[in-house]
T-cell receptor
Framework: GAGVSQTPSNKVTEKGKYVELRCDPISGHTALYWYRQSLGQGPEFLIYFQGTGAADDSGLPNDRFFAVRPEGSVSTLKIQRTERGDSAVYLC??????????FGEGSRLTVL | DAKTTQPNSMESNEEEPVHLPCNHSTISGTDYIHWYRQLPSQGPEYVIHGLTSNVNNRMASLAIAEDRKSSTLILHRATLRDAAVYYCILRDVTRNSGGSNYKLTFGKGTLLTVNP
């Protein structure tokens, strides 16, 4: 597709479970960002990849959160031992270096 | 990134112009002013950005005060599809080896309601 694709669009899990969220960026975009958005708030930065490496992970809230981008394209955000407070919409964005970020529609995570 | 201040909400009528204000009194000389909007159940969408001069594109116009401490996003004829949360963001590009970090720091934005 032409845009940023995120799967799943919705994920319901139980407290304590492990979750993976996937982002497929726009082809050729070297920069990839993960954000988290809680209800009524603006998106909150989590991590930024330039190519395969995490160039800025200052937004990850704790060590239960981890993200990878092994081949410099698709990225996976991994959350271990999920908590109810992790419930949010997780947004992915990519950029070609022009300064404009292109966002996906997000993955809504609900932790019961 | 420097902070911005926006009204929580604004209302407009369809086919009328809308002026969305943003204050950024602590802006630095290298901060670009970016606007994104977020329609319901979608990710944010780029609208426009500028540094010092006013900017126009197919979506909107950006008017930047001479001292750069404020700016206004102008939608020339609002439509129902323009109803969204509009975010004004200051961004200073952090350059690192291999690329530039265009990280955006979002506030709560302005919720624009467009009345038919």
């Amino acid at each position: 597709g032409a845009g940023v694709s995120q799967t799943p669009s919705n994920k319901v899990t139980e407290k304590g479970k492990y979750v993976e969220l996937r982002c497929d960026p726009i082809s050729g975009h070297t920069a990839l960002y993960w954000y988290r958005q809680s209800l009524g708030q603006g998106p909150e930065f989590l991590i930024y990849f330039q190519g395969t490496g995490a160039a800025d992970d200052s937004g990850l809230p704790n060590d239960r959160f981890f993200a990878v981008r092994p081949e410099g394209s698709v990225s996976t955000l991994k959350i271990q031992r999920t908590e109810r407070g992790d419930s949010a919409v997780y947004l992915c964005a990519s950029s070609s270096g022009t300064g404009e970020l292109f966002f996906g529609e997000g993955s809504r995570l609900t932790v019961l | 990134d420097a902070k911005t201040t926006q009204p929580n909400s604004m209302e407009s009528n369809e086919e009328e112009p809308v002026h969305l204000p943003c204050n950024h009194s602590t802006i630095s000389g290298t901060d670009y002013i970016h606007w994104y909007r977020q329609l319901p159940s979608q990710g944010p969408e780029y609208v426009i950005h500028g540094l010092t001069s006013n900017v126009n594109n197919r979506m909107a116009s950006l008017a930047i005060a001479e001292d750069r401490k404020s700016s206004t996003l102008i939608l020339h004829r609002a439509t129902l599809r323009d109803a969204a949360v509009y975010y004004c963001i200051l961004r200073d590009v952090t350059r690192n080896s291999g690329g530039s970090n265009y990280k955006l720091t979002f506030g709560k934005g302005t919720l624009l309601t467009v009345n038919p």
